[in-house]
């Protein structure tokens, strides 16, 4: 049996975060096992971002300098920019003629983001922004990927993804696409420095790239226990941000601070030290990384030029396949 295929991408966001980290270390173990794409979702941003164009090629490079400084390797994975393999739009649109508009407007996600937006002032209630997991659905299957890495919140998408699947199949009488399944990895969540989700919207996060000032600074900005006045009041762990990270980057002493820090042992600003530390040490070998892949300018945009030329190798067979089960040969056409 060959190896399985598996589809992830993340949207442009420029410098990646420590939140990204736990997914990133996912796909460089997933490069040893299984066929990977990984796509920068550059589309996917317009949904939202639609009016800030210029946004995405810097943002590119910077995150996919990121991706290569954790360990994603170019000669095992195709690494593509999505609007590069323009197969996707015509999958997109295919799909689009088939799929019933009453399973993309009970998707769970539509109604809570355009309320979110809706707060921030901005109506994102277009038509690509409805049939946005239409367009993830055809990102996914036209690599016939089986296997997506999702988390919980995701699932209803990849539902649905299944669901257009069995309706393609059903309809032109070919199994043409396999339905993917999920790959529940274990992703670490931490939080931001204020306790919220960890995002450059709140400014509450710590840059994956970055050198050991920034870092200690970072850390000193956390949110401890606030009931924590001297550094022999007992602590609460469970309420402290700076636990929950020594908990992810810095397991083998987690314990030792939890007991610690409940039974007043250890001061808030040397459990702080031992974290910038710990994070110092797992993040230099990625920031040695990044600064030799900065030598070559180009080094960025070679990876992906050959990763969009595998892409649309894979992607222009299944559409092959697609316009053949469709009826759409026309003879002496090529
Ligand atoms: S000792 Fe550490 S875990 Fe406890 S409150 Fe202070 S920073 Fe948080």
Redesign the pocket.
Known sequence: MGKNTILSGMRPTGRLHLGHLSVLENWRRFQEKYNCYFMVANWHALTTAFDDPGLTVQATKDMVLDWLMVGLDPEQSAIFVQSEVKEHAELNLLLSLITPLSWLERCPTYKDQVQQFREQGKDITTYGFLGYPLLMAADIIIYKANLVPVGEDQLPHLEFCREVVRRFNHLYKQDVFPEPAACLDKVAMIPGLDGRKMSKSYGNEIPLYSNPEEIAARVRM?V??PQ?IHAHDP???EI????SF?RVFNRSAAEE??Q??IKGE???VS??KSLVKALIERLSPCWERRRELEQNPDYVWDVLNEGNRLARGKASQTMEEVRAAMGFEVPGSS
């Open positions: 956390m401890t226990d924590r602590g609460r762990p402290c941000t700076v636990y020594h601070v939890e610690g820090c250890i001061g808030c459990c702080k």
